[in-house]
């Protein structure tokens, strides 16, 4: 593998700046996207039984496979947190997590195999409030550590503005990166959607879309992340 691309993005359930819901304007919107793998956040409603906020036939959207992350067979994914894949590349295991919180939340782990080599992409949409934030980040990292290691790349709305608070708990194997303001989309200025990968990665590029599309099919710019696999690693916690 010579490298990897990955997308993220909170597209509101398909809300447009407009007010408007146009499902079709944000899966137009995703069809153009260089990746391997999207990660979408709010992609379910959040009233139960959560119905998907984007159609997906055959399982697909656009170019994509939708990954079955539901284990109820309604919605797209666990916590409004869906992933789509290039197809080829194969899903070996999926972890899913509920999050401390005082508002429903939670994250996805997913084992891929990507051109020949073993890797993992977690997709998270944290809580509004600083002090869930670090315990679910402690969470994640910790329930990562049970795992079989593999390299690992931390994606999605991480909800947190600032680079010198709220993040204390990311422990020292993991490189936090924001490629940018990504909220309010019309006019960004907080960093909310953020990168997060394993010392057997490397960040070559990042950046945040900016798509006349993208921008009015969410209140959340996208972000994307080009990254090489290392030859040469340290060991996960050195």
């Known amino acids: 593998m010579t490298g990897f691309s990955l997308v993220s993005w909170n597209i509101r359930a398909g809300l447009g700046r407009d007010l408007r819901r146009r499902p079709a304007r944000t899966i137009a919107a995703i069809t153009a996207f260089d990746a391997d793998v999207v990660l979408l956040q709010e992609a379910d409603f959040r009233r139960h ?6 159609p997906s036939p055959q399982g697909r959207i656009g170019p994509f496979e939708v990954v079955d992350l539901t284990p109820t067979g309604v919605g797209l994914g666990w916590h409004g947190i869906a992933m789509l894949k290039r197809p080829g590349i194969t899903v070996d295991a999926i972890h899913r997590y509920d999050l401390p919180a005082l508002e429903p939340r939670g994250a996805v782990v997913v ?3 990507v051109s020949g ?27 990562i550590a049970e795992l079989e290691r593999r390299p690992i790349i931390i994606a999605g709305d991480y909800n947190e503005w600032r680079d010198r608070r709220g993040l204390e ?3 020292a194997w993991i490189h936090i990166h924001s490629p940018g303001p ?15 990968f394993s ?17 009015m099919a969410s209140d959340h710019r996208p972000i ?15």
């Open 49 to 54: 039984p959560r119905p998907a906020a984007l």
């Open 111 to 113: 084992d891929l195999t």
């Open 117 to 143: 080599q073993p890797l993992r992409v977690v997709g998270v949409h944290l809580g509004l409030l600083r002090g869930n934030r670090r315990k679910q980040i402690a969470f994640i990292a910790a329930r």
């Open 169 to 171: 708990t990311v422990p």
């Open 182 to 196: 990504t909220f309010p989309a019309g006019r960004p200025f907080l960093h909310l959607d953020r990168l997060a």
């Open 199 to 215: 010392n057997e990665f490397e960040l070559l590029h990042s950046s945040v879309i900016a798509d006349p599309q993208a921008t």
């Open 224 to 238: 994307r992340g080009q990254f090489r696999l290392l030859t040469r690693t340290k060991p996960q916690g050195g």
